[in-house]
């Protein structure tokens, strides 16, 4: 059977090393802007590092944000492996968060018409971060063992709503500026130290479930989510710029879950510009919060 082609964008959050070691055949870039100038977003961070984009945040008051994806770089992309006469299925990022999927849906509409005899599918993961991330590699392992493109797409629809994610931003500011929260609630909330508990529901939206204050309180309420998870041999923790945050995280985990592996990861800059630096989460499979 001949090998697919695997294509992801920004949102997975890949290192370099990550997109080789996988063998991830195409990538899109997805881009962020700090005060009007625009970066595309690399695993090798090649224009700009998640680093230094918070320590703009914290240091500045530099305006950041993301546009809509361009879909001539969609195409760019895809249109490269269909020309190998490679059958592609690109892993995108939810529709929830970003226009990206729904842009990649329309080229993929006409790719398909332009290469009749190939295979294109485009998933909507409903996913972000590290929770794309978790997707991706047990379809590689799939592809390793000789499944076919189709079987892959149909487990990635059968599971991708089992992805959850939990998270807590530290500046509340981040979330109004994208529209996430109300002025007001951002002056009272960062005034009285709250921190709101979000999580990711089934239609890839964020949802503020609940609101914590100080920071060992946000802890025990991201561990305490990890009752409805399916198994705990697999749990991933990323963070934004907030390596002790994300230490401190896993340690309360530990307290009160037997874990098999913690697998940390840093949030890029296309959905750290929204976040802010200081947001930690954890992300396991399991069942989301409006799926019970």
Not at 69 to 94: H, S, W
Not at 106 to 119: C, I, M, N, S, T
Not at 199 to 227: C, M, P, W
Not at 269 to 289: E, M
Request: aromatic share 6%; hydrophobic share 40%.
């Amino acid at each position: 059977m001949e090998r697919f082609a695997i294509v992801v964008d920004s949102s997975a959050d890949l290192t370099q090393e990550q997109y080789d070691a996988m063998h991830i055949d195409g990538f899109i870039p997805l881009s962020f802007s700090i005060d009007g100038k625009e970066y595309l977003s690399y695993p090798d961070e090649r224009e700009l590092t998640a680093e230094e984009l918070y320590a703009t945040l914290r240091n500045t008051k530099a305006v950041v944000g993301t546009s809509q994806p361009n879909p001539g770089r969609i195409e760019d992309a895809l249109e490269a492996l269909l020309r190998q006469g490679k059958d592609v299925l690109y892993i995108a990022f939810t529709s929830g968060l970003s226009g990206t999927c729904a842009s990649a849906q329309l080229v993929a509409e006409d790719l398909r018409e332009r290469y009749p005899g190939q295979k294109l599918f485009v998933v909507d993961t409903l996913c972000a971060c590290c929770g794309v991330a978790a997707l991706i590699e047990p379809v590689v392992k799939m592809r390793e063992a000789g499944c076919s493109i189709e079987d892959a797409r149909d487990w990635l629809e059968e599971n991708k709503r089992r992805v959850c994610h939990w998270i807590s931003v530290d500046d509340l500011g981040h979330l109004y500026r994208g529209g996430r929260l109300s002025a007001a609630g951002a002056v009272v909330g960062t005034a009285l130290g709250i921190k709101p508990i979000i999580d990711l529901n089934s239609e890839g939206k964020l949802i503020t479930q609940e609101k914590v204050r100080g920071k060992n309180n946000v802890y025990a309420a991201l561990a305490r989510h990890l009752e409805d998870a399916d198994n705990l041999d697999v749990i991933y923790i990323t963070h934004a710029g907030a390596p002790e945050e994300a230490k401190k995280l896993a340690e309360t985990i530990k307290k009160n879950y037997k874990v098999g592996e913690i697998r940390y990861s840093s949030i890029g800059p296309v959905v750290g510009c929204h976040t802010g630096p200081g947001t930690i989460a954890v992300v396991f499979f399991g069942t989301r919060s409006d799926a019970k």
